[in-house]
């Protein structure tokens, strides 16, 4: 009887305990619910008004807007003559490394405002960190296309077109019968039926949230140098890398292939290369290089570093990660010299007070 | 290693039992290898300095007390002193002062650069060349009788709980628990734990969650906006109490597992109704050792108020360059000089209010305005403590002034709230039970034991997700 009491009143400690840490840890914004939801015909979205506390190379706090996406909360519907951007990218496009405003989304959304005063610009960020093209690809044609974007900007790099597949809650392409087609099975596997689970109990609680990001650490090849230190073995930190950033063959990518050939036809598609160096030249042709909706960011970034300047250090946290605050600046400026053209070309777009895209676009 | 570190768990989970299966004559021969092993993770070269700091002290303590003279007694002391000061001079202040009179002389044409030394900074060093000056001095005054055990003193010296952020330890209330070679009582178990783990979840829950925020805005101002940059100094406020206070408290809680008590570092400082109490509250053990050895011998009060105010510039100049080689710590110690010495003028001789005892709601309500003030007052401080220089101090109070509203405040309002909240219910409890390990005040066993694994489990899962950082008080 006194064990059983004892460990009732242990239990009931520790749940009072649990109360009041969680109460803590949420209003400390020291950890964040599970700000994702997984949506049947978008597969893992960001969950609507959900708040996101990231610290990475920089800090990130704030709240996914009401439609799932960071920044202003646009409306799928567009306001009649707006010119609306849809940006999709990789984590370096959603920015959950530093403050929205100092991310180029929102510097360029300002500055293509102050040159087009008559005409109302939307800048909607779609970025997902972790997506490859293929995921990009698939977000658009099931998500963004519900905005009426004007224009859509791919933020990508070379390796964006090798198919990672790491999300088994989102939709992947495959090739079959000579064509493009979209898997949509992700709420029939035990990962959907988990993630159902244990939805409900992560979307209300930071602290278990955090128990699980560590639960999964612990799971991985992350652990020994987490647990050892410096006298985890060198090949334990770097086999991780090696084996989740090997660079395969880029030319054997037949879905990317396709995917990028098919953006490269549209008009309203404009492809921009995130990365210093040049693309491999089968990818250059796939992607119309030469096209006047291809932006390049290499030869800024080769300007930067010649002119000493450091685009992926960050001096707050001494490490290097995504572009940093003066490289969001200077890729704001970048982008929007080369885009100007490309909207001049596209006049209709700049005037049509519809706001409804004229140019036919490509065949899915 | 640092504490918040599942390395050092390892290390402790491993030293710690064997310690109580060591026969009890070799368990400082043992606790002296351990520590060793512990400061050398950092670098094995440190060891090296270590040592000769510990073999010059032990044979310099000995020959000043077996000296017949005075004159050679002083000598032994002075030699002691010059060679602690001369290493720390030369690690920490020796780049510093070729910097300074770089500036002064290269308009001259001057050019002193090639004297700079690329020197590392041994951790810890500022803890115990002080611990081992204090023994010298002990001994030259004859408060002490030097031990003539160098493993005892090399212990004394090394002590790993306390070797790289203190608290720094008298010798004589140190050596002789080294030199009786105690084992711990099961109270003192029961007190270490309960401290470890509130000094955990104080230097991790607290001091890095708040810390991640602070390095990030400290580390590139510019990037941010003034309600970012006011947050950060508050939660500055908060992170280096946090981590200091839960150091100690780890630190202290690690000795009484191995039968040490050492003293307590701090005594709630941010409940302090005025800056003089403030600094009876604030990092103890340092104003113990300035106030010992460089207050008193200087005068302390006992030579006229104008001598007063002086000594009191004096000490706290030095608090301030103690804490690091730049003109940002003297401003720091200045400001603090500035305020004890007003303080003390507007006493005018009546004695500096102890404890905070309840008289009233009048009385209440004048000691939160003191506290609030005292605060701020300190938080000013933190300014010139936590700018890299003069030039990001001066930036970060302007940006201040010419305030800019931010998308994220009600975010930073609420962390600062969080923040503050926790920290002064656990100071608020320190001050009511009057004791560190207060859960241990807790009747029912079953309570406290759930409090306790509680604490641990969400110290253990936030380390394991992030990076630990640094204690401050390692750079110094």
């Keep these: ?364 | 290693m640092l504490f918040n570190s599942y390395i050092f768990l390892l290390f402790a989970g491993i030293v710690l039992p064997i310690f109580f299966a060591v026969p009890r004559r070799y368990r400082n021969h043992y606790l002296l290898l351990v520590s060793y092993l512990f400061y050398g993770y950092w670098d094995w070269r440190f060891c090296g300095l270590l040592a000769f700091s510990t073999v010059s002290d032990f044979f310099l303590g000995q020959w000043l007390h077996d000296a017949k003279t005075d004159r050679r007694r002083k000598n032994f002391l002075w030699t002691s002193i010059a060679i602690n000061i001369g290493v720390l001079f030369s690690f920490k202040y020796f780049n510093f002062f070729i910097d300074s009179f770089q500036e002064i002389i290269t308009p001259l044409g001057g050019n002193l650069d090639f004297l700079h030394l690329s020197i590392i900074l041994p951790v810890g060093i500022s803890f115990y060349t002080f611990q081992t000056m204090s023994y010298t001095i002990d001994v030259y005054r004859r408060n002490l009788t030097p031990t003539r055990s160098i493993i005892d003193f090399g212990l004394f010296v090394a002590f790993f709980p306390q070797l790289v952020a203190g608290p720094i330890e008298k010798a004589k209330n140190l050596l002789p628990q080294i030199i009786n070679k105690p084992t711990p009582t099961k109270l003192q178990i029961r007190e270490g734990i309960t401290l470890i783990g509130i000094g955990f979840f104080k230097k991790v829950m607290i001091g890095d969650t708040t810390g991640r925020f602070v390095d990030r805005v400290f580390g590139e101002m510019e990037a941010f906006g003034s309600g970012e940059l006011l947050t950060a100094l508050v939660l500055f406020s908060i992170q280096i109490y946090a981590d200091f206070s839960g150091y100690s408290s780890i630190a202290r809680g690690l000795a009484k597992l191995l039968g040490i008590e050492l003293i307590r570092n701090f005594e709630q400082p941010y409940l302090s109704a005025s800056i003089s109490e403030f600094w009876r509250r604030w990092h103890i053990s340092l104003g113990a050792w300035i106030k010992d050895y460089i207050y008193i011998p200087l005068g302390g009060n006992r030579k006229g108020e104008l001598r007063t105010y002086v000594n009191l510039m004096i000490t706290m100049v030095l608090i301030g360059l103690w804490h690091g080689a730049s003109w940002t710590f003297v401003v720091y110690g200045l400001l603090n000089g500035i305020y004890l010495v007003v303080h003390r003028y507007v006493l005018n001789g009546s004695k500096i209010a102890g404890r905070y005892a309840y008289k009233g709601v009048k009385s209440f309500l004048f000691f939160i305005v003191s506290v609030v003030f005292t605060n701020i007052l300190v938080m000013i401080t933190r300014i010139f403590f936590r700018s890299p220089t003069f030039a990001d101090a001066a930036y970060f109070v302007e940006r201040i002034v010419q305030w800019e509203s931010s998308p994220i405040a009600s975010d930073l309002v609420m962390m600062s709230i969080a923040f503050a909240v926790m920290t002064f219910a656990l100071d608020a409890i320190e001050y009511y039970t009057q004791r560190h390990d207060y859960i241990l005040q807790i009747k029912h066993r079953a309570v406290r034991y759930g409090i306790l694994t509680s604490l641990f489990f969400v110290v253990l899962v936030y380390m394991f997700q992030y990076e630990p950082l640094p204690f401050i008080y390692f750079q110094f």
């Design chain 1, 1 to 364: 009887m006194k064990y059983v009491k004892f460990v009732s009143i242990f239990i009931l400690t520790v749940a009072a305990m649990m109360v009041l840490l969680e109460a803590y840890i949420r209003w400390g914004r020291i950890e964040s619910t599970l700000n994702t939801d997984v949506d049947p015909t978008i597969g893992r979205v960001r969950k609507a008004n959900a708040q996101y506390i990231y610290y990475n190379e920089g800090v990130s706090i704030g709240k996914f807007n009401e439609y799932g996406y960071i920044g202003p909360a646009y409306h799928p519907q567009k306001p009649s003559g707006a010119l609306r951007i849809a940006l999709l990218g990789d984590s370096y496009t959603e920015g959950l490394y530093m403050a929205e405003e100092q991310h180029f989304r929102s510097l360029l959304e300002e500055k293509l405002q102050r040159n087009y005063p008559e005409k109302e610009i939307q800048l909607l960020n779609f970025g997902r960190s972790g997506f490859d093209l293929s995921d990009m690809y698939a977000y658009e044609k099931n998500f963004v296309v519900q905005f009426h974007p004007d224009l859509v900007l791919y933020v990508i790099n070379p390796f964006d077109f090798i198919q990672r597949n790491t999300d088994p809650l989102v939709p992947y392409w495959y090739v079959e019968d000579d064509s493009l087609k979209l898997n949509m099975n992700f709420t029939q596997g035990q990962a959907h039926r988990t993630y159902q689970m244990m939805k409900g109990v992560l979307q209300q609680s930071a602290l278990l949230q955090m128990t699980k990001n560590a639960y999964n650490l612990a799971k991985s090849e992350q652990a020994s140098s987490i647990i050892l230190d410096k006298l985890a073995s060198k090949e334990d930190e770097l086999s991780h890398f090696k084996q989740n950033y090997r660079i395969k063959d880029i030319t054997q990518q037949e879905v990317s292939r396709r995917i990028i050939t098919q953006l490269a036809a549209r008009q309203d598609v404009i492809i921009v290369n995130r990365d210093s160096k040049q693309w491999p030249e089968e990818i250059r042709q796939w992607a119309s290089i030469d096209s006047a909706r291809f932006i390049d960011l290499g030869p800024l970034f080769a300007q930067l570093h010649e002119t000493g300047h450091d685009t992926h250090y960050w001096k707050s946290t001494n490490q290097t990660g995504h572009w940093n605050v003066k490289t969001q600046q200077h890729v704001t400026t970048y982008l929007l010299s080369k885009l100007q053209p490309i909207l001049q070309q596209n006049q209709r777009v700049l005037t049509d007070r519809g706001g409804v895209i004229t140019k036919a676009r490509a065949s899915r």
